[in-house]
T-cell receptor, first 116, second 109 residues
Framework: NAGVTQNPKFQVLKTGQSMTLQCAQD?????MYWYRQDPGMGLRLIYY???????DKGEVPNGYNVSRLNKREFSLRLESAAPSQTSVYFC???????????????FGPGTRLTVL | SQQGEEDPQALSIQEGENATMNCSYK?????LQWYRQNSGRGLVHLIL?????REKHSGRLRVTLDTSKKSSSLLITASRAADTASYFC?????????FGKGTRLSVIA
């Protein structure tokens, strides 16, 4: 099992360009998440999908859109990239999701994005 | 926000010593989890403690939870150079996991 995979690993964009970050998991997990990690800020949740067909905003959703393509795949799209979106992006998944759950999350290796 | 706050922000110890990291949070939780992140990598789950538990062990890890003080501690005993990483607490209540800012642990051989 590959676990959680992310593509690309690195990306440089110019302000205003768009791109989609890909994430896939092969653990048959119901829930998937997108985080960004900035120095000194920890991880902040952008969007999550508790189950196939649903998506919800997290703490910092502005400037992003997501698609839960199927149970395996959850993509994050930047429609018009801004320098403030320079960050490391992590995708994660958990088995059942939902509230008040003891799920643990499995993380991908991250995508390092620079917006010039 | 129920975001956990780790303390200290950075910790440097000698190999063989114990490392203690603390986490404080603001609102009631269902469980609290600790994760480790090696430089340039994704986070890896270490241990989960439920709100009705006070202490939990896993190998060289010991986690305590004091819900009255809204705080948790992670103890790594007999630290090794390979324990060098950032450690994050994450709280779970009626929202998805909320992560703290992390403690950077350096274990010097």
């Amino acid at each position: 099992n590959a676990g959680v995979t992310q593509n690309p690993k690195f990306q440089v964009l110019k302000t205003g360009q768009s791109m989609t970050l890909q994430c896939a998991q092969d653990m048959n997990h119901n829930s998937m998440y997108w985080y960004r990690q900035d120095p000194g800020m920890g991880l902040r949740l952008i969007y999550y999908s508790a189950s196939e067909g649903t998506t919800d905003k997290g703490e910092v959703p502005n400037g992003y859109n997501v698609s839960r393509l199927n149970k395996r795949e959850f993509s994050l799209r930047l429609e018009s990239a801004a320098p403030s979106q320079t960050s490391v992006y992590f995708c994660a998944s958990s088995a059942r999701g939902g509230h008040f759950d003891t799920d643990t999350q499995y993380f991908g290796p991250g995508t390092r994005l620079t917006v010039l | 926000s129920q975001q956990g706050e780790e303390d200290p922000q950075a910790l440097s110890i000698q190999e063989g010593e114990n490392a203690t990291m603390n986490c404080s949070y603001k609102t009631s939780i269902n469980n609290l989890q600790w994760y480790r992140q090696n430089s340039g990598r994704g986070l890896v789950h270490l241990i989960l403690i439920r709100s009705n538990e006070r202490e939990k062990h896993s190998g060289r890890l010991r986690v305590t939870l004091d819900t009255s003080k809204k705080s948790s501690s992670l103890l790594i005993t007999a630290s090794r150079a390979a324990d060098t990483a950032s450690y994050f607490c994450a709280t779970r209540g009626n929202t998805p996991l909320v992560f703290g800012k992390g403690t950077r642990l350096s274990v010097i051989a």
